[in-house]
């Protein structure tokens, strides 16, 4: 059973950085690959970046490319959300999530584990 732990999260300015940390157990890192979401109060949880657990290969969607950068560290099971540039809108719960390697996915249904996720406020 994989296992995720996030970290990280906390209250900003608009225009700070911050680093995400997603610690992962219980299965071959390298296996995996690792979705990152959010869910702002009463919105669906959105897709923010994803990584192929063997590292390289990432995706973004349109909010948060060229501000936010994953990327994994084997040798410490852990991947990282680099968020900078962080607007108010990236205000919410972070969350880390895997599926079995493959094509990288933007929905988070196609996701197996989760983590229990980490509050980002980004204040005006």
């Known amino acids: 059973q994989v296992q995720l732990v996030e970290s990280g999260g906390g209250v900003v300015q608009t225009g700070d950085s911050l680093r995400l940390s997603c610690t992962v157990s219980?299965?071959?890192?390298?296996?995996?690959?690792f979705g990152w979401f959010r869910q702002a109060p009463g919105k669906e949880r959105e897709f923010v970046g994803a990584i192929i657990g063997s590292g390289g290969k990432t995706s973004y969607p349109p909010s948060t490319k060229g501000r936010f950068t994953s990327s994994t560290d084997s040798a410490k099971n852990t991947v990282y959300l680099q968020m900078n540039s962080l607007k108010t809108e990236d205000t919410g719960v972070y969350y880390c999530a895997a599926r079995p390697s493959g094509p990288l996915r933007s929905s988070p249904e196609l996701y197996d584990y989760w983590g229990q996720g980490t509050q980002v406020t980004v204040s005006s």
């Open positions: 219980g299965g071959t890192f390298s296996n995996y690959a």
